[in-house]
């Protein structure tokens, strides 16, 4: 495709209504801490993804699961009004909808419960009833809220397509399935990475020196962000490091999935990876300058007018 034509991606993933509290710090195990403030917000990572992608402008098609309780009809009618395709969404009878609890201290610093619920639930059916969708699109893009066999299987379909594949490996596993990163391209985190390498990786020296060891799990590309510090990537031939954008802090819980979404964006726009890296990392700092989730996901004119900036 060219550059010019709108990029179509296809998520697969969950569907969550965040329940964000904001304190001045994040209490210790054993510690009560009295909270600022409460808000109910759509959430999920892979709503977040399909949601940022959309504001990017991309055609997002979103595959995943609610329930049957109050929350899942606003969950659905947020996604509509963000413009992603809600079609291939099942709703599950005498189940609740995913849930998180969103703890996010003055810093920006946050800690997350996930309540899985309906995303939990989803299978192949949804999978092969949006297997058109799936092939038709550029991208797939999938975190790891929903079971791991689902990603797989999610992953051969589109391989078999030749449709790229995406993998945010969040939250990380403690254990996964053989085919899980058998991807076009990986994304983690420093944590994640370090979780799936079984080594630490605390500085940009660690990533550069490790990001190879990524792809040996199976992606044929990797990408380590690594908040402040910037990101490193491997594009299968070279390692190269992308600075981060200063930025002031507020919530960096929607940070990585402005990431995961500007990178398939741009790579469905036939960009090059460090070119989608710099468009992900504007996107990625753009959302943690802002509070929430979905609310914090910048639209393309402001990702392109930071970058402009720079």
């Given amino acids: ?22 304190a001045s710090n994040l ?19 892979g ?32 996604l509509k009004g963000e413009g992603v395709d809600t079609s291939h969404i099942t709703r599950r009878e005498n189940t609740a909808s995913g849930v998180a609890v969103v703890m996010v201290e003055e810093s920006g610093e946050n800690a997350i419960l996930v309540v899985p619920g309906a995303n939990g639930l989803v299978s192949q059916q949804e999978i092969d009833r ?24 999610a992953t051969q379909i589109a391989s078999e397509a030749g449709v790229s594949v995406i993998l945010d490996p969040a939250p ?31 500085s940009m020296d660690d990533a550069v020196s490790l990001i190879k060891e990524l792809t040996q799990l199976g992606p044929k590309q990797a990408i380590i962000t690594m908040g402040e510090q910037g ?37 469905a726009e036939n960009a090059s990876l460090i070119e989608a890296v710099k468009f992900a990392s ?9 509070a929430g989730a979905q609310t914090a996901m910048p639209t393309r004119e402001e990702i392109e007018t930071l970058l402009e900036r720079q």
């Fill in 282 to 290: 504007a996107a990625g700092a753009l959302a943690a300058s802002g």
């Fill in 1 to 22: 495709m060219t550059e010019k034509q709108r990029a179509k991606i296809t998520v697969v993933g969950s569907i969550n209504m965040d329940l964000m509290i904001r």
């Fill in 130 to 153: 949006a297997r058109q969708a799936i092939c038709d699109n550029d991208i797939l893009l999938m975190q790891l809220e929903v079971p791991q066999e689902i990603v797989v299987y």
């Fill in 27 to 45: 209490p210790l195990p054993g510690e009560t801490v009295i909270a600022d403030t409460k808000v109910e917000n759509p959430g999920g990572k």
């Fill in 231 to 267: 990101a490193v990537l491997f594009d299968g031939e070279t390692v190269q490091t992308i600075p981060a954008l200063p930025i002031q802090v507020v919530d960096s819980t929607a940070s990585g999935d402005a990431f995961a979404a500007g990178l398939a964006v741009r790579l």
């Fill in 172 to 202: 990380a596993p403690l254990e996964y399935h053989a085919d899980l990163l058998n991807v076009d391209l990986i994304c983690p985190n420093q944590s994640e990475a370090a979780a799936l390498l079984g080594k630490p990786v605390e």
């Fill in 47 to 78: 709503a977040n993804q399909a949601v940022a992608a959309a504001r990017m402008g991309a055609d997002v098609t979103m595959i995943g699961c609610v329930g049957d309780d109050s929350f899942a009809t606003q969950l659905l009618q947020n």
